[in-house]
């Protein structure tokens, strides 16, 4: 009988996941579609261009908008960044001619000057990932590795960018030139320490530790420069190592900094990062946490400076999350389901004080970070008000849909849009709506690490599979009473919970599985199901299951129950 009731609970509780499973169809195409209706017009309209323009139907080039230009670089910016989207929604064959595409059309010698951090996270990790994912996933039997080759070039030029006094990189380079002599030499905090995973894995691919080292360098560069309270400003010199702005936030001009010491530490190992992280979190959460708004504050007193927040700064729950302080991650993401449910939308900047959005500074570029800490707040709670919080999104970014994409909102006010849809829409946002809703995807059972781009990076390489570190788990627990010891020196194994979601609570703690799983078994990744064999093949699955109940489990009940009788008689 414990054998019958063992089975049953399997049943109903996978029953109940395929029920889900088909709940969530329409909404998992919905976000297939709005991906496909910006990729699609940007190969049709815009392609070899880095952007579309979604209302004019036009390429977009480098046209005077500041530091909005410097992320394009005539390097066909949203095709590159599409690679890894491709293969989540298991487009192979769209993928295959995007890689193709790549491969013909894109050089990277040429006379324009981009931003060295966001060529690094868009360019770069798109290359690097699609080449990880052709190798992991054995996608293209032609290719061979010229991704990879592309990768080094770029890689190439950017380095002239770290030869300065501090090691700190400019913030822009030439292609082609390296750095003009006329080149300010102030960045941000996040634009020099978010290069260590994208240099890290180049450097591990190609052998050469010269990618790593400068943007190790750099990273430590920055830590030195922290102050006496353990906080960063969002601007520093690179070639005095003063710095020039003293606010200390999560959101931008910081955020993706924070997100790399904890993610560096989970790809490489290493106690150096995971050090540096623990002491970061803790004075983050001591002095810029206000009542879970998070808002800027003078690095030396700790005084908040300003009280608003933006939109860059929710992808703070999401790092809470991967972090294992869950209830922060629930209590930040809140706040910024707020602003959603009041404008549809984040806003660049809200003045939580006064509880409006501050003029001029409040469109929403369509950004991914409050979908993405939605997204992994749903994998580790499995909460189904996150879907909800979803299909809110879905429905709220239908508002800005247009001919040939999804157009910016440039007042949140009065919602109306602009001429402007940014690759990291469809290597982001689209991407983390449809994993949402997509239970079974490979990356909701693999596992694999989101880089700030949201490029998708598997966790089997032989660094992992060698590595004489232990990746320690994350507790929170309520005897911890001192924000320092939030993170604890707990030396579980760590399971990436966005592979196969096996953590619990017990007393508040977070716990992941007592082994470290790097490999599981895989799916076809290149078959997409109609809805209809969507459905058929769950019915099928039920009825193979009751077909093995019904020849397995009932004549060894019934034989047992028979035998129970005979014995009772005899």
């Not at 010491?261 to 490489?268: E, G, I």
């Not at 939308?345 to 004080?353: G, Q, S, T």
């Not at 977070?510 to 769950?538: C, E, G, H, W």
Request: proline share 3%.
């Amino acid at each position: 009988m414990n054998v019958l009731l063992i089975f049953f609970v399997f049943l109903i509780v996978n029953g109940n996941s395929m029920i889900l499973s088909e709940e969530l169809y329409p909404f998992r195409e919905a976000a297939r579609e709005m991906f496909y209706h910006g990729f699609n017009n940007y190969i049709e309209n815009a392609f070899p261009a880095d952007e579309i323009k979604p209302i004019s139907c036009e390429g977009r080039y480098r046209e005077g908008r500041g530091t909005l230009d410097d992320a394009l670089g005539d390097f066909s910016l949203t095709l590159i960044d599409s690679l890894s989207s491709l293969v989540v929604f298991g487009d192979i064959r769209a993928f295959n001619e995007s890689v193709l595409l790549v491969i013909r059309n894109v050089r990277f010698d040429s006379n324009v000057t981009v931003s060295v951090f966001e060529t690094t996270i868009r360019v770069l990790g798109g290359l690097l990932s699609a080449h990880l994912l052709i190798k992991d996933l054995k996608l293209l039997n032609w290719y061979s590795s010229e991704l990879l080759d592309l990768a080094v070039d770029l890689g190439n030029r950017l380095l002239p960018a770290f030869k300065t006094k501090t090691g700190i990189p400019y913030s822009r380079v030439n292609l082609r030139y390296g750095v003009e002599k006329n080149e300010i030499s102030h960045t941000c905090t996040a634009c020099a320490g978010t290069l260590v995973l994208e240099f890290g894995l180049l450097s591990r691919l190609t052998g050469d530790h010269i990618y790593e080292r400068v943007a190790l360098k750099a990273l430590r560069a920055l830590w030195n420069r922290r102050s006496e309270l353990g906080l960063f400003g969002t601007i520093i010199d690179a070639q005095t190592g003063y710095w020039q702005e003293l606010d200390s936030r999560i959101g931008a001009g910081t955020d993706s900094f924070y997100e790399y010491l904890f993610k560096s530490y989970l790809y490489f190992g290493g106690k150096e990062h995971y050090d540096m992280f623990k002491e970061t979190y803790s004075q983050v959460l001591k002095y810029i946490n206000h009542d879970n708004w998070y808002l800027p504050v003078d690095m030396h007193s700790g005084n908040t400076k300003y009280t608003w927040t933006d939109s860059l700064s929710a992808f703070w729950p999401g790092l809470q999350v991967i972090v294992g302080d869950v209830d922060q991650a629930i209590q930040a993401h809140s706040k910024f389901l707020s602003l959603w449910n009041k404008y549809s939308a984040v806003p660049e900047r809200f003045d939580v004080i006064r509880g409006t959005s501050i003029q001029g500074i409040n469109n929403y570029p369509l950004r991914p970070e409050f979908v993405e800490s939605t997204y992994l707040l749903y994998r580790a709670t499995k909460d189904p008000q996150y879907l909800e919080v979803g299909k809110n999104i879905l429905k709220s970014l239908q508002h800005c849909r247009v001919k040939c994409g999804y157009a910016s909102v440039s007042n949140v006010e009065t919602f109306s849009l602009e001429d402007r849809m940014d690759s990291f829409f469809l290597s982001e946002t689209c991407k983390y709506l449809y994993l949402l809703f997509d239970l079974d995807n490979f990356v909701n059972k693999e596992n694999y690490l989101f880089t700030t781009e949201g490029h998708i990076l598997p966790i089997n390489l032989p660094w992992h599979k060698n590595s004489p570190d232990t990746i320690r788990d994350v507790c929170i627990n309520e005897r911890y009473m001192n924000t320092s010891d939030r993170i604890t020196n707990d030396l579980r194994n760590y399971h990436l919970f966005f592979g196969n979601s096996y953590m619990k609570y017990q007393e508040k703690c977070f716990l992941r599985m007592d082994n470290y799983r790097l490999l599981v078994p895989r799916q076809d990744k290149n078959v997409q199901l109609s809805k209809s064999t969507y459905i058929i093949n769950n019915i099928v699955t039920r009825t193979i299951t009751l077909t093995y109940f019904f020849v397995g489990f009932l004549p060894f009940i019934i034989i047992r129950c028979i035998t129970k009788i005979f014995l009772e008689e005899s």
